[in-house]
């Protein structure tokens, strides 16, 4: 764990334990992993414009998300199947988020149940992520346990109505665990056929009269995640969506999809302050935070880093990654001459110079 002092030393210390086929689903990408790529150029675009002489011997990361106070704008991304890469699953991820003062996003297709998180991590901050099965019931049952013990928020992932063609984990023989998942032994339970793939299970229906259905259904604030346009922003926001993750699924489904940081602008201004915009994909420096912050996000998400901690050293490895980033968030904060998230604007970035 000495060697472990940026989100990429991470990345390559975690190929060398984590099992080739479960690398090949982890780290890849759908298509020819254009997007996947994309995602981490587009921060290259950008230039950060710094303000000297600002006081800054006092500097803080924290700021809040949907009411929720966090110790820096980066939470943890929806993983699937985190059992792949440690014993201890999303129950580690839930411990070394809240070692790290931030949220967790629990994925549906978890080896956790809603109930077991809450348990290992009672103060860290919760949203649901949520995967919404043909079997209405099977969803059903699952938010309402999350709520009960705690989740504050739901977030519907709205990129997945089909699994995207990801090569990588195919060519690496990933068999899906379908074992010790609790949402999908639930629908096997009440009858549901997971013989073809998986993830076929789910709905691929989905119109955006849900957004109100789930918001009125349950009371909570409702996070859309998956879009990459103002068109569907605007949308999201007429159904009271309570904020949205302008995502791609970090590269997953639609192969030669605009990488999520180039579609953060156009997002940011149809939303106009309705609700809250975060941003995932790419995410792997404290800079791309701040230039994330400075495009419109309120907070991003991070994905496969946090997986490789977790394979590193469960809820310590964890912990370490989302660590790391804090320290870099707050470096940045302080040679941007800003004192909190919130002082980070516009005017600190330039976009659209060559990768
Ligand atoms: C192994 C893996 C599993 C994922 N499972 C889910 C999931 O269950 N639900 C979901 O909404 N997104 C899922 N995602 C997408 C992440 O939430 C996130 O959008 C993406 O990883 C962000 O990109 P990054 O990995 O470059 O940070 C998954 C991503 C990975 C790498």
Redesign the pocket.
């Known amino acids: 764990m000495d060697e472990l002092l940026t989100l990429d030393d991470a990345e390559r210390l975690a190929a060398e334990v984590v099992e080739p086929g479960a690398w090949g689903?982890?780290?890849g990408g759908a298509g020819d992993e254009r997007t996947?790529r994309w995602?981490?150029e587009a921060f290259s675009r950008c230039r950060l414009r710094y303000r000297v002489l600002v006081d800054v011997s006092e500097v803080s990361t924290e700021t809040t998300v949907l009411g929720s106070s966090v110790s820096m704008p980066v939470l943890v991304?929806?993983?699937?199947?985190q059992q792949?890469v440690h014993e201890e699953h999303e129950l580690a991820t839930a411990r070394g988020a809240a070692e790290a003062g931030t949220l967790m996003?629990l994925?549906?297709?978890?080896n956790a149940t809603p109930t077991e998180v809450a348990q290992a991590a009672p103060d860290g901050p919760r949203w649901l992520?949520l995967?919404v099965f043909r079997d209405r019931g099977v969803s059903d049952a699952v938010v309402e346990e999350a709520l009960a013990a705690g989740f504050t928020a739901l977030?519907l992932?709205a990129?997945?109505p089909v699994y995207g063609i990801r090569h990588r984990e195919t060519r690496a023989g990933f068999e899906f665990p379908e074992d010790d998942v609790p949402a999908l032994a639930a629908a096997r339970a009440r009858g549901a056929d997971t013989g073809d793939h998986t993830l076929t299970i789910l709905e691929s229906g989905l119109e955006w009269d849900y957004v109100t259905e789930l918001r009125e259904r349950w009371g909570v604030p409702v996070v859309v995640?998956?879009l990459v346009t103002a068109e569907d922003a605007r949308i999201a926001c007429e159904h009271g969506a309570g904020g949205v993750?302008v995502?791609?699924?970090?590269?997953?489904q639609l192969d030669g999809a605009i990488a999520?940081l180039e579609a953060l602008p156009e997002v940011v201004e149809a939303v106009d302050g309705r609700a809250e915009v975060y941003l995932?994909?790419?995410?792997?420096r404290g800079t791309d935070v701040v230039t994330a912050l400075a495009l419109g996000a309120r907070a991003v998400?991070?994905?496969?880093?946090?997986?490789y901690g977790l394979a590193l050293g469960g809820a310590k490895g964890v912990a370490q990654v989302l660590d790391i980033l804090r320290d870099e968030v707050e470096n940045a904060l302080a040679l941007l001459g800003c004192r909190s998230p919130d002082e980070v604007t516009r005017a600190h970035v330039v976009t659209g110079f060559p990768p």
Do not use: W
Not at 77 to 81: N, S, T
Not at 247 to 252: A, D, P, T, V
């Open positions: 689903y982890i780290a996947l995602n981490r991304a929806p993983m699937a199947y792949i996003c994925s549906t297709v978890a992520q995967y977030v992932t990129d997945l995640k998956g993750v995502s791609n699924h970090g590269g997953r999520s995932d994909g790419g995410i792997r998400l991070v994905g496969r880093p946090v997986l």
